[in-house]
C-alpha cells in the first residue's frame, strides 16, 4: 500500500490529502495547497473512459 501512495507523486505541500481507497477510482487524490486551491490527480485512463 505504501508503495501505491509514493507512486501517485503527491505534491509535499498539499494539505487535507484524500486518496482513494481503490486503485480504479477516477480521481485518486485530492489535496489543498497553500493557496487553498483544491487539485485532483486523475486515474490515468479516465479521459479515454469519459
Known sequence: M???IRSLSI??????????????AH????????AECTHDIYH???PEVR
Open 2 to 4: 505504501l508503495q501505491r
Open 11 to 24: 505534491h509535499p505541500a498539499w494539505t487535507d490529502t484524500g486518496i482513494a481507497a481503490h486503485t480504479n
Open 27 to 34: 480521481i485518486l487524490v485530492t489535496g489543498v495547497d497553500a
Open 44 to 46: 490515468q485512463h479516465w
